[in-house]
């Protein structure tokens, strides 16, 4: 487990090259590999005097990464490594910054200073051309699905493939509906033809699922997914961000402020605090964790700290 506030500089080690890592190699513009200074060693990383940290293990690694708005200092230093093909959640109370520093994976906000490295490529200093690029590696699911009211299934999800090739209605036809079918969407009566009114809302999800996924992106981001929904809906999107997480390999960054949720199909969880990540670790090494601000944030959710499951007594100190 790893916290915050401390900020290593660089050891001057060399650039950790993602070659060979999926979605590595597909943009040839790859040209400013950076090493981004390295993390105290914690819990959750290599131990000390690792000579070398797996190349490929992160797919995003933000560092030292600063955003005000006018005199609001939003975003104070984040460092966050989010974990390729895992499930990375990042929790935090409303007004915290979380949108605002998904935001910033995609390239949508500029930071005022900080690197965001994807893929071991830095894309603070991209320019729009380069940022269009970079997106297609990400896929974005929206809290109330987004779809277009006045299109019909196939045609939303279809969206950005229509909007970013010329690829012929047979070629989209296709993806389309083996995704469909990998979505277990195809057994629902003459879907491709239905408007999202018809649709239930867990078929929305999916759909809106979909339409990320059509691209093949590397990376899913979903911004509160749960919130609003009663637990059954809650349980069905968990459920949906597991098999895109598992069926599709994507690398998967989940903004939430659900604990129970959250402490369900998380793989690493970090809290954004501050302006910062005030702590990073698997559910387990969260739940046992003591910080004051996240046991308010557990213990309001309703979850309690399980002594019996492997708690150890050092980690309850
Ligand atoms: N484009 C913007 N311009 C000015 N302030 C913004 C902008 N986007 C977000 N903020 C402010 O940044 C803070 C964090 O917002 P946000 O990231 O949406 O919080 P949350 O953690 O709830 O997602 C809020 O106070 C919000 O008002
Ligand atoms: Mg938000």
Known sequence: METSPQRR??????????????????????????TPPRKPAGGDGPPPGTPEEPTDRYQIQVRGLNKTFGP???????DLDIERGKINIVI??????????????MGLLKPDSGQILVDGEDIVPMNDLELGKLRRKFGMVFQYAAL????????????????????????IMTRVRDLLK??????????EQKFPAELSGGQRKRVGLA??????????LYDEPTTGLDPVATNNVDEMILQASRDFGVTSVVISHDMAST??????????????????????????SSHAPLRE?????????????GAGPEARK
Not at 72 to 78: A, I, N, T
Not at 154 to 159: K, M, T, Y
Not at 182 to 191: M, N, T
Not at 263 to 288: H, N, Q, V, W
């Open 182 to 191: 990998r979505l277990d969407l195809a057994g629902v009566g003459g879907i």
């Open 72 to 78: 609001q200092h939003v975003l104070r230093g984040v």
């Open 297 to 309: 944030f557990i213990d309001m959710a309703g979850l309690r700290r399980d002594e019996d499951k």
């Open 148 to 171: 277009f009211d006045s299109q019909n299934v196939v045609e939303n999800i279809a969206f950005p493939l229509i909007e970013r090739y010329h690829l012929s209605r047979e070629e």
């Open 263 to 288: 402490f369900r199909i998380a793989d690493k969880i970090s809290m954004l605090y501050d302006g910062k990540i005030l702590i990073t670790g698997t559910p387990a090494e969260l739940m046992r």
């Open 211 to 220: 339409r990320a996924l059509i691209d093949r992106p590397k990376i899913l």
């Open 92 to 105: 935090g109370g409303s007004g915290q910054g979380k949108s605002v520093l998904m935001k910033h994976l």
């Open 9 to 34: 500089p660089s050891r001057g080690r060399p650039a950790p090259s993602a070659a060979g890592a999926s979605g590595a190699g597909q943009d040839e513009s790859a040209t400013r590999k950076t």
